[in-house]
């Protein structure tokens, strides 16, 4: 079993400081991701297309993805979609190492509480459906 939680990111709005590690946008259609790419440290992914200098309020605040297992340490490869009926984003996640057998994975910046409220794009009626579809066997 896993816990999903979609949580605010720690940091600083007025400098636009998150902890942060490389994803995709939307517009890019489909990021691939490998654990081992993850840094956990503080600071900003200049290159993310998601990212902006500036951010101010709770509408800009970044929320992240995280998937955390319950009760056991296996490991698989799986793709994330989160979609509503307007538009839908797919992310690829494998590589796990062993380092990380019984640690959480998280896709951070997922997209500003201001998207998620904005009922024209992903969140429909206060929803965000988020799919886990597994594309390898455990190891």
């Given at each position: 079993?896993?816990?999903?939680?979609?949580a605010v990111l720690p940091g600083d709005p007025k400098q636009g400081y998150y902890s942060t590690s490389r994803s995709s946008s939307p517009a890019a259609g489909a990021g691939?991701?490998?654990?081992?790419?993850?840094?956990?440290?503080?600071?900003?992914?200049?290159?993310?297309?998601?990212?902006?200098?500036?951010?101010?309020?709770?509408?800009?605040?970044?929320?992240?993805?995280?998937?955390?297992?319950?009760?056991?340490?296996?490991?698989?490869?799986?793709?994330?979609?989160?979609?509503?009926?307007?538009?839908?984003?797919?992310?690829?996640?494998?590589?796990?190492?062993?380092?990380?057998?019984?640690?959480?994975?998280?896709?951070?910046?997922?997209?500003?509480?201001?998207?998620?409220?904005?009922?024209?794009?992903?969140?429909?009626?206060?929803?965000?459906?988020?799919?886990?579809?597994?594309?390898?066997?455990?190891?």
């Open positions: 079993m896993w816990e999903l939680r979609i691939r991701f490998s654990p081992r790419a993850y840094d956990g440290g503080v600071g900003r992914t200049p290159d993310s297309e998601w990212m902006q200098s500036g951010m101010v309020g709770e509408e800009d605040q970044w929320l992240g993805l995280f998937l955390i297992p319950q009760g056991h340490r296996s490991r698989l490869d799986f793709r994330v979609i989160a979609f509503s009926e307007l538009t839908w984003v797919e992310w690829v996640v494998s590589g796990w190492t062993e380092s990380y057998i019984g640690k959480g994975w998280g896709l951070y910046p997922f997209l500003r509480r201001g998207d998620l409220m904005r009922t024209d794009r992903l969140a429909r009626e206060n929803t965000v459906k988020i799919c886990i579809a597994p594309t390898s066997d455990l190891y």
